[in-house]
């Protein structure tokens, strides 16, 4: 840890302001009094060398952010590798490079749980990437995202840059991609879930075996703890952000069968594949330095729920 940084005053770029985690991001950001600068893809194509270095060239913010990126749950991860790992690593190499030309003053990387081997030991922590076997449905989006961290750590011994990484858990919240091909579980089974309870149907199909364990973090605990980190933490290490809780997609599928109000049945669809056994972070570092979670997962279930009840027709799914 180094000395504290304070954004007030600050320009900040959230490249990726429209997902989910970017959202959070900039909604948490509105507390703080710095300025936001905002793009439309239309304008600023993160896959394009030459678009984004006039971009940063124009803008010049003081901090940026990494929260683009192409996402996607186990089944489009494995049906588009080309994309997981092209635009990905185009998208941080523009983005990294770019804010080393223009002279940002702090970046933060994001990446995710996945970087670390199928088989880590649990609960994961930061020092086991590169340790072992990927798992092989996100192989594409871990190696695009370890070369991120990588990058960042290079421009910082090279060159003394400011670059932070950051490897947040599974995250769930509004603005999630609720498309049931794409998304991943927690969104999908909400979906599900509730499209069941709509058409009285008596069972709702769960991907997989219902075993795998996961963790997952509401997107506005996530945001609140990177904004925590690029005030408070400066280092060539990436920072684990989790909640420390896990639960098996069966237990996931129950209770949002409660939040949402459906008694039906579950099936399990075991010609889908489980992934990764199991999938729980060692977020003890993030925790030392002062910061920890508040949003519990049946709150924050009920509380996307919400949002998705809301927001029904200007979503995807
Ligand atoms: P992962 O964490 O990278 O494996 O990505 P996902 O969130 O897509 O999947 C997590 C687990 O949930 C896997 O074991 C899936 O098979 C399981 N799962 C169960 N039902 C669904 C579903 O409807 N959609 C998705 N994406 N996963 C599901």
Redesign the pocket.
């Known amino acids: 840890m180094s000395e504290a940084m304070k954004l007030t005053g600050k320009s900040i770029y959230v490249a990726g302001h429209a997902g989910m985690v970017g959202s959070a991001i900039v909604r948490r950001l509105s507390s703080e009094e710095c300025q936001i600068l905002k793009t439309t893809r239309a304008e600023l194509d993160l896959r394009d060398q030459g678009n984004v270095n006039a971009w940063m060239a124009k803008h010049r913010p003081d901090v940026v952010v990494v929260a683009a990126a192409k996402v996607g749950?186990?089944?489009a991860?494995n049906t588009q590798p080309a994309e997981f790992l092209y635009d990905n690593l185009m998208i941080e190499t523009n983005l990294v490079r770019a804010a080393h030309e223009v002279g940002v003053e702090k970046l933060l990387f994001l990446g995710s749980s996945?970087i670390y081997p199928k088989l880590a030991a649990q609960p994961m922590a930061e020092d086991a990437l590169l340790t072992g076997a990927l798992e092989p449905?996100?192989e594409w989006y871990a190696i695009a995202k370890i070369a991120g961290i990588k990058l960042c750590q290079a421009y910082r011994r090279q060159y003394g840059c400011e670059f932070i990484s950051a490897m947040p858990t599974?995250m769930y919240g509004q603005n999630d991609n609720f498309d049931?091909a794409t998304?991943?579980?927690l969104p999908?089974?909400l979906v599900?879930v509730h499209q069941a309870k709509m058409t009285h149907k008596s069972t709702i199909e769960?991907?997989?075996s219902g075993a795998?364990l996961?963790e997952f973090m509401h997107a506005d605990d996530c945001a609140d703890a990177l904004v925590f980190l690029i005030e408070n933490y400066s280092g060539e290490s990436h920072i684990n952000v989790g909640t420390g809780e896990e639960v098996s997609?069966r237990e996931l599928a129950e209770t949002i069968c409660d939040v949402v109000g459906f008694d039906g049945d579950l099936t399990f669809d075991r010609t889908?594949?489980?992934?990764?056994p199991r999938?729980l972070m060692d977020s003890g570092r993030l925790r030392s330095m002062g910061w920890s979670p508040r949003i519990k997962l049946r709150e924050g279930i009920e509380a996307t729920y919400r949002w998705y009840l809301d927001n029904q027709r200007i979503i995807r799914s």
């Open positions: 749950g186990i089944l991860n996945c449905t996100n599974n049931l998304s991943h579980v999908a089974l599900k769960v991907w997989g795998p996961r997609i889908k594949p489980d992934g990764t999938k």
